[in-house]
T-cell receptor, first 111, second 114 residues
């Protein structure tokens, strides 16, 4: 069966520090991969999606970037965190336009 | 661009009451529609989906939703809620050549009192 792993679960980082959040999927090949940010009362906002290795599409301009170095690995990064980057980040996968399956999320606090 | 609107931010009910959560979307083409649920401390998980066919779809835990194309709506219903239904509910849509990208509504927090 397919599983999705996301880590770390919680992260506290100072302003200006770098960020790397990792997401891996097991049990499927060539999935679509997604990074969302969830804010209270605002639902989930799609940040990035990828339909293949090295293929990244950004949905909103921001201080973050994403990479997909392997088929089932999706990384969310920043060179210098801002206070406004605080939030709950979710990774998800799907097969083409099908159901999306979500990871447990990372709570990021930038202080 | 797609957008999704959920009518209520916070709904409070007593057990056994009926539930209807509103969801409207804006997209002129063919859509896939979803309701996701996030129970306290748990992953976001699929409650039910509509891809095609019968516009009345049934999901887990006694939930159902009806797709009304003319109203661009996909409302979630349950005839009798339980305390364990306390959660946040999200409506989502993908359509067109959107590579499966989901556009989510703002979410509705449901609190059920025993």
């Amino acid at each position: 069966s397919q599983t999705i792993h996301q880590w770390p679960a919680t992260l506290v980082q100072p302003v200006g520090s770098p960020l790397s959040l990792e997401c891996t999927v097991e049990g499927t090949s060539n999935p679509n991969l997604y990074w969302y940010r969830q804010a209270a009362g605002r639902g989930l906002q799609l940040l990035f999606y990828s339909v293949g290795i090295g293929q990244i599409s950004s949905e909103v301009p921001q201080n973050l970037s994403a990479s997909r170095p392997q088929d089932r690995q999706f990384i969310l990064s920043s060179k210098k965190l801002l206070l406004s980057d605080s939030g709950f980040y979710l990774c998800a996968w799907s097969i083409r336009r099908g159901i999306q399956y979500f990871g447990a999320g990372t709570r990021l606090s930038v202080l | 661009a797609q957008s999704v609107s959920q009518h209520n931010h916070h709904v409070i009910l007593s057990e056994a009451a009926s539930l209807e959560l509103g969801c409207n979307y804006s997209y002129g083409g063919t859509v896939n529609l979803f309701w996701y649920v996030q129970y306290p401390g748990q992953h976001l998980q699929l409650l039910l989906k509509y891809f095609s066919g019968d516009p009345l779809v049934k999901g887990i835990k006694g939930f159902e939703a009806e797709f009304i194309k003319s109203k661009f709506s996909f409302n979630l219903r349950k005839p009798s809620v339980q305390w364990s239904d306390t959660a946040e509910y999200f409506c989502a849509v993908n359509g067109g050549t959107s590579y499966g990208k989901l556009t989510f509504g703002q979410g509705t927090i449901l609190t059920v009192h025993p």
